[in-house]
């Protein structure tokens, strides 16, 4: 997570975090998973020239929505996130499609999107998770998750601390644990979401080397999920 509107009280633990993820990740994540996300919609949407609504849950800085819909020119966005929106951004047409959110209940009527992602998120979201699937599966009816699959200690001590690593100095919270595949699927199953796709080999490190031998890419998956009628 990157974002100028999450913590605002960084020490100096915290601003040398930011400016490491930055340089060295940052960047390259956004562009392999904007490439990702944006085949998985374009693969779910009809054929045609038809701009379709999207909603990007957790959304950051926006940036992977901005991306994708430049990439497409099919798409058009509304984000949310649990952070107010800072006063010097109110007048940033950029933040026009922004609304705050409490991390549980969609500010959306049924049905409002034809999409919705969810980025890195539901891994922080905790006992809220379950909740939080089944608003995304209420206010779209396609949802493409990006998150993390655990193998047991080794992947789970990583995990956390890439998440130390990239969202601690913006106040977000390092889960215990994260899901398991047959985990996911259960979720999935339980707010009636069929798994139609799932890819498990996001390579998000390979341009660094030495995390490139650390970082399994199948601790990284894109699901695509389709609603059961």
Not at 78 to 87: E, R, S, T, V
Not at 93 to 109: A, N, V
Request: aromatic fraction near 10%; proline fraction near 4%.
């Amino acid at each position: 997570m990157s974002s100028p509107i999450g913590n605002t009280r960084k020490n100096l633990l915290r601003r040398f975090l930011i400016r490491f993820h930055q340089r060295a990740s940052h960047s390259h994540r956004i562009a392999v998973l904007t490439d990702i996300v944006a085949q998985e919609i374009l693969g779910q949407l009809p054929t045609g020239t038809s701009v379709h609504d999207c909603l990007d849950i957790g959304c950051g800085d926006m940036i992977i929505a901005e991306n994708i819909a430049q990439k497409t020119n099919r798409t058009n966005w509304k984000c949310i996130d649990i952070h107010p929106l800072p006063q010097g951004l109110k007048s940033n047409p950029k933040w026009y499609k922004y609304s705050q959110f409490d991390g549980k209940h969609i500010p959306f009527q049924d049905r409002d999107f034809d999409v919705a992602t969810i980025c890195d998120v539901l891994h922080h979201a905790g006992e809220d998770t379950p909740v939080l699937l089944a608003e995304a599966a209420r206010v779209s009816r396609i949802i493409i998750v990006k998150d993390h699959f655990e193998y047991g200690f080794y992947s789970r001590t990583m995990l956390k601390m890439m998440d130390f690593v990239g969202n601690w100095a913006y106040g977000v919270n390092i889960p215990r644990r994260y899901f398991t595949e047959d985990g996911f699927a259960a979720l999935c199953e339980t707010v009636g979401l069929q798994v139609v796709k799932i890819n498990r080999n996001i390579k998000l490190y390979d341009h660094i080397p030495l995390l490139n031998k650390v970082l399994s890419p199948r601790w990284q998956f894109v699901a695509v999920l389709r609603v059961v009628r």
